[in-house]
């Protein structure tokens, strides 16, 4: 990776890693006040993801895989720097996500209904209360998108991937506030006979809000571009042809992918009746529900949101230039430093999201032991499948860069096929209280499959990309985390970690301050070990800290 790519990724990566944080912080208040496994969660977690899964749904793949390529192409091939054919490109996705807000916030009762099978009237009342103000979201998601990707195209990486700072800051003030004014779930167990509409703005309306300003934030570093952007109409004969027709592909590819993961969804919403029923138990027993899921996805994702996506985000921007000047051998080398960069990182993550998942279930627990255990049990879970997460995503950049939308729509059909055949057997074959754990398995098979099949179409599209050298970094990185992560569980032992009756399940803060010190553990050794393994990778990633210390030291 050139040194702008490397230094591209680092800033990237690093405003991706405080939003992450940030969202961590976000995701523990918010256990605080209305607990992880709680109705409460649950159906505020119905109507807090459903505006990013209509989102991802209807656009997210288009915006996300389209736009760069075709703006990159429109600023070569044209006087303005592709301005008019930028602003041309804004003001239909911008009016296209408008009337896609609208329709879907028209059909919010429907919708609902169908994503809570088995609910009681009042649980599902309070989630149609909340939808409608958190659905409002999908034409912010859809306005940071564009903006944001066109700011990459232009090279400013930082602001698409910092900004979500912002949002995550409100949504904390906003959790912070519903504490201090209402208790914690803990103190006072928030349910539907006690909730106030001022709950509801606190925490519902709040979270509207850091979204929306996510968004129009990047109004201020679009407009520095100097390309004078501004609404225009009129789309015939600017070239929006190609892009209508990769849209259409991916659009197909979005929508499969995303029935797939609504079906999952779907099944993991179980009826709130039965998790009361063993809540109700004596004595009281805990299942893991849809809140416990997507605290543990969160987790599985964050190597890929912080580092995979860093590099691919940038590394896109190098295939689609690659495979305009149909240069097979450059896109080769930009997958294959992808692959190798991002695993050395993501089988770290992943083997200490295994070995402290119960700490970690802990953080998203609301400080409830038992609560915590079950969220780790999930995260053990989906962990398997978190470093494929990545490699299936930047397969899937290989054909977007050279526009083939169509590749990508075949495997995520089959894929879908597969996952929709899962969630029915789920549904009907799997105890209540052991769905999540089963949809948290067909998670990480899905994403290790569509590794798989993404390999055989891409060597076939654009022969070897290292796969040899790929496959050795990932094992000399695996051993190497494998064996750290295991001399960590040592001082997992040491604080109390391997019992929910240890010190370190009494609270929030003795669950950090274990995590922390058994990051920090295995971290020091995993570096070691990936020298010691004979990582060739190692004096290239490290080179610019060196150079830096160097550089210090000789002052």
């Known amino acids: 990776m050139a040194r702008s790519g490397a230094v591209s990724s680092a800033i990237m990566a690093s405003g991706t890693l405080v939003s992450r944080v940030l969202g961590f912080i976000k995701a523990i208040l918010l256990a605080v006040a209305i607990g992880s496994l709680s109705n409460i969660a649950n159906i505020f977690d119905v109507a807090i993801n459903l505006p990013n899964l209509i989102y991802v749904l209807v656009a997210a793949g288009v915006f996300n895989s389209v736009l760069v390529p075709q703006v990159i192409k429109a600023s070569k091939n044209s006087t303005d720097d592709g301005a008019d054919y930028i602003s041309r490109l804004m003001t239909l996705a911008v009016i296209g996500m408008a009337v896609i807000t609208l329709v879907v916030v028209l059909l919010t009762v429907p919708i609902i209904t169908i994503m809570t099978p088995g609910w009681e009237a009042g649980h599902r009342s309070l989630a149609i209360t909340f939808a409608l103000f958190t659905l409002p979201q999908i034409f912010f998601y859809g306005v940071y998108t564009v903006m944001g990707q066109v700011l990459n195209a ?15 800051v409100i949504a904390i003030a906003g959790l912070l506030v519903f504490i201090q004014q209402f208790g914690s779930y803990a103190s006072v167990q928030h349910d539907l006979d006690t909730w106030t509409n001022a709950q509801t703005f606190w925490l519902v309306v709040i979270s509207t809000v850091g979204v929306a300003s996510q968004a129009l934030i990047l109004l201020w570093p679009l407009s520095r571009l100097g390309l004078d952007l501004r609404p225009k109409f009129g789309w015939r004969g600017i070239g929006l042809s ?3 027709k ?26 709130q009746a039965y998790v009361s029923s063993y809540l109700e138990a ?6 893991a529900g849809n809140y416990a899921l997507n605290q543990a996805t969160m987790l599985y994702s964050l190597p890929h949101g912080v580092i995979g996506l860093s590099i691919a985000t940038v590394l896109f921007n190098t295939m689609a230039a690659a495979a305009a000047e149909r240069n097979t051998q450059g896109i080769n080398a ?42 780790g049990q999930v995260v053990v879970v ?9 490699t299936a995503f930047l397969f899937g950049r290989v054909f977007y860069a050279q526009e083939d939308a169509r590749t990508p729509f075949l495997v995520q059909t089959l894929i879908s096929a597969l996952t929709v055949g899962a969630a029915f057997a789920i549904q009907h074959w799997v105890e209540p209280n052991r769905m999540v754990m089963a949809i948290a398995a067909c998670y990480a098979a899905q994403n290790i499959l569509s590794t798989l099949i993404y390999h055989f179409w891409a060597v076939k599209k654009i022969g070897d990309y290292g796969l040899g050298q790929v496959l050795e970094t990932h094992v000399r990185s695996l051993g190497a985390a494998m064996v750290a992560a295991g001399l960590g569980t040592g001082v997992l032992y040491l604080l109390g970690g391997w019992s929910t009756d240890g010190w370190a399940w009494t609270s929030l803060v003795t669950a950090l301050i274990t995590l922390a010190a058994c990051g920090v553990v295995t971290g020091v050794l995993y570096l070691v070990l ?19 210390l160097a550089t210090r030291l000789k002052r």
Do not use: H
Request: hydrophobic share 55%.
């Open 154 to 168: 232009k090279g400013a990486f930082g602001w698409f991937m910092w900004t979500p700072a912002l949002n995550n």
């Open 246 to 271: 990769l849209s259409g592909w991916t659009l197909a590819t979005g929508v499969i992918a995303n029935l797939a993961f609504l079906a999952l969804s779907r099944t993991a919403n179980i009826p």
């Open 282 to 287: 004596d004595p009281p027993q805990v299942i």
């Open 242 to 244: 190609t892009a209508a």
């Open 530 to 548: 990936l020298k010691v393994f004979g990582l060739k990778e190692l004096p290239e990633l490290t080179r610019p800290l060196t150079a830096r």
């Open 334 to 375: 930009a997958l294959s430093k992808a692959l190798r960069y991002s695993g050395i990182a993501n089988v770290f993550f992943t083997a200490c999201l295994i070995a402290y998942a119960g700490p970690l279930g802990m953080l998203f627990s609301g400080g409830i032991q038992a609560s915590g255990a079950v969220v």
């Open 382 to 390: 989906i962990a398997i499948g978190a470093p494929f997460l990545t």
